[in-house]
Structure formats: C-alpha cells, structure tokens
C-alpha cells in the first residue's frame, strides 16, 4: 500500500530588513502643508474612502511615469491634493 506524506508546515521566506529611504526636507515639508489643508477635507469625507482614491491617482499617477522607483512619496503627495481639491471643488458646488 502506498501513502501520500504531507508536510506539517508550510515554508516561508524571509526578506531581508531594509531601512526606510531618509526624507528630503521639501518632502518633509509638504507633507506638514498637506496635512494643514486637509482638515476641511476629512471632516466630509470618510478617511477609507479618501484612502482609496488617493492610492488610485497615485498609481495612475506612477504609471505615466513608467513606475520609475524613488518617486512614490512625490506621487503619493500629488494625489492626496489632487483628491483634496477635487473635494474642496465638491463642498464649494
């Protein structure tokens, strides 16, 4: 009779740790003016929902890039206002 073994456990990988890329201080910079102007923005939309469209712009945003690395902060930040004031335009209608 022959048998089928089965592993007890699945197999995993681990990634090496990698540190976090340093923040240019324009970078750091924008993010600090962005998140003053988005207080009137959250209080009227719910923060899942700005999370999602702000992910869509920022990949549509690195696609017409051609995905090149290193950018994704500046891509990021570009789509948090464009959403914005694509909301600030919705409330102000």
């Known amino acids: 009779m022959v048998t089928n073994s089965v592993s ?5 990988t681990r990634r090496k740790a990698t540190a ?3 923040l240019a ?4 910079i924008a993010v600090l003016k962005s998140a003053r102007s988005l207080t009137a923005v ?3 939309i719910d923060p899942e929902v700005r999370r999602q469209l702000v992910a869509a712009e920022a990949y549509f945003l690195a696609e017409r890039r ?4 290193g950018h994704e902060l500046e891509d990021w930040l570009a789509a948090e206002a464009a959403v914005d004031s694509r909301g600030q335009e919705t409330q102000a209608a």
């Open 20 to 22: 976090a890329p340093e």
């Open 66 to 69: 051609g995905f090149a690395a």
């Open 25 to 28: 201080t324009s970078s750091v």
């Open 42 to 44: 959250t209080t009227s």
């Open 8 to 12: 007890p456990g699945t197999k995993t």
